[in-house]
């Protein structure tokens, strides 16, 4: 008989592959959201880190910008792996718990801040303190949740990335910030054989899933899948906090 666990973890990742596909982001956001309803953080982002890995490489290298990239967004990928390594263990210490309430908080601030479309701006001369600081914080909560897209995004849109740019910024970001989290996943015994099975359905989910989104990409209009998306982050974020509160976090 099939695993009623392993075609969920299918059914989630072909979404969050499919969202990834039409607006180039959201794989992790939307998998780790999904999957926490019904696992503990720490297990899902076990699950969700190597089809994390896998597609945000193949995303850095789909555009002509890499260079520009790297030089622009070097102090954002030290202060993440700065940040993971000081939180390291934040998935299997004392706090782990609080994991799943930090999780539907950011998705709900993400939302809103994608929203109202909030502009932000930071000069250059400023770009690399400040995103050597936002760095530190983001992989301080990558640690925690898995989640890297708060304050990273926004960082990354107030330096005033253009549409192409930032898709493939994100990908060349991400890629950094998951290996930095694979290397805390490992350390802390949460990436293991048992993972593997799990990951390998993920990954195969997650790509097929992209397929298909970029292929509607082409004929809707994203923005306005990335309203509805955003509505139904805000819903998922409340009540991944609700429902921890009413286990008492447990």
């Known amino acids: 008989m099939l695993d009623p666990l392993l075609i969920a973890i299918a059914a989630v990742f072909l979404l969050a592959g499919f969202v990834?596909?039409?607006?180039?982001?959201?794989?992790?956001?939307?998998?780790?959201?999904l999957l926490a309803v019904a696992m503990?953080?720490?297990?899902?982002?076990?699950i969700v880190i190597v089809p994390a890995i896998v597609t945000n490489i193949w995303q850095t290298f789909a555009g002509p910008y890499l260079a520009d990239i790297l030089k622009r967004l070097w102090?954002?990928?030290?202060?993440?792996?700065?940040?993971?390594?000081?939180?390291?263990?934040?998935?299997?210490?004392?706090h782990a718990a609080y994991g799943t309430v930090v999780l539907?908080?950011?998705?709900?601030?993400?939302a809103i801040i994608g929203l109202n479309k909030f502009h932000f701006r930071v000069a250059p001369g400023n770009e690399k303190w400040v995103g050597g600081a936002v760095g530190v914080v983001t992989g301080v909560i990558s640690a925690s949740t898995g989640v890297q897209v708060i304050p990273s995004m926004p960082f990354m849109q107030a330096i005033g990335m253009e549409k192409d740019e930032l898709v493939q910024a994100l990908g060349v970001f991400f890629t950094?910030?998951?290996?930095?989290?694979?290397?805390?996943?490992?350390?802390?015994?949460?990436?293991?054989?048992?993972?593997?099975?799990?990951?390998?359905?993920?990954?195969?989910?997650?790509?097929?899933?992209m397929y298909i989104g970029q292929a509607v990409r082409a004929r809707m209009p994203a923005e306005t899948f990335r309203r509805w998306f955003l509505i139904a982050m805000i819903l998922l974020g409340i009540y991944l906090m609700g429902s921890a509160v009413l286990k008492g976090f447990g």
């Not at 990834?20 to 959201?33: C, D, E, F, R, Y």
């Not at 102090?75 to 004392?94: D, F, K, S």
């Open 176 to 209: 950094v910030a998951t290996v930095a989290l694979a290397f805390n996943l490992t350390a802390g015994g949460l990436l293991n054989a048992a993972t593997a099975v799990p990951g390998a359905v993920a990954m195969a989910c997650a790509f097929g899933g």
């Open 40 to 46: 503990a953080p720490s297990r899902a982002i076990a």
């Open 104 to 110: 539907g908080l950011l998705l709900v601030i993400y």
């Open 75 to 94: 102090p954002l990928m030290i202060g993440t792996v700065i940040g993971c390594w000081l939180n390291a263990g934040a998935l299997t210490g004392p």
């Open 20 to 33: 990834k596909g039409v607006i180039g982001l959201g794989l992790p956001t939307v998998s780790m959201g």
